[in-house]
């Protein structure tokens, strides 16, 4: 299966619409099935955009290839960072982002999600995540051992000094929970905030990175996984207690 993942750079809105649409229909054209845009892709954290317009483009975007699958990662609506994914015209399913990044001010603007989000599209089973979710283990396996996910999407806005960590986040994912996970991070940002994004990744079920040219395609083998040396969800076991034992 090919996947596109953007490298996208926010300028205006105007800009940013238009080329999501010229984007997005190179990608259908060059035989990708998954395409993937990265966290605010379209707006930052600062420009306005009424979501409305967005669901319109979106809708656009995902009739006119409606054999792709598109993330579009994400959005401000309803006082949330909403990601949203749409086939074919339609909204398939939309997450709101849990774990806000603190340091950037992400409490202030938004509200966090409630729920963990997974959705199933042909085969697959997919589980959404968005940037500092990455660092929560716990959300990946519960979209593993509840949701039954096999794949992990993860738009993101994640700075390049930081891309060691990002890497290492998502490769751990992969490799804990034995699934496909793809990361998509925004590659830069001008006018309003000048920003460096980190690259995107990404990793096998076993944590090996999947190898591409250009930072944007990349072939997934999903009728051939790698073997599975521990099954994550045959072997869990579930405990409700921490013994913490003094050194008194």
Known sequence: MKVHLSR??????????????????????????????????LTGYTRPLDPQRAREVFAEVSGGAPDVL???????????????????????????????FRPNGE????????????????????????????????????LTLEGRCNLLVVPAWWPWRRDHIWSTLLK?????????????CIAGSVEEIEFAGAGNHVF????????????????????????????PIEQYVEIDRVDVVSGD
Not at 16 to 24: C, G, H, P, W
């Open 8 to 41: 996208w750079v926010c300028v205006d809105i105007e800009s940013n619409l238009q080329r999501l649409r010229q984007e997005a229909i190179e990608a259908a054209n060059d035989g990708a099935e998954i395409v993937v845009f990265p966290e605010l892709f």
């Open 70 to 100: 598109f993330v579009f990662g994400s959005i401000s609506e309803t006082r949330r960072n909403r990601v949203t994914v749409w086939s074919g015209g339609n909204q398939l399913a939309f997450y709101d982002k849990i774990h806000l």
């Open 107 to 142: 409490h202030e603007l938004w509200g966090a999600g409630e729920s963990y989000v997974g959705f199933e599209w042909r085969d697959l089973r997919i589980g959404l995540m968005n940037c500092n979710d990455i660092r929560f283990p716990e959300q990946a396996r519960a």
């Open 172 to 184: 751990a994912r992969a490799a804990e929970n034995q699934l496909w996970v793809l990361g998509c």
């Open 204 to 231: 096998d079920p076993s944590g090996e990175p999947v190898r591409t040219a250009d930072d944007r395609t990349y072939e997934i083998d999903l009728e051939n996984p790698p073997l599975s040396i521990v099954d």
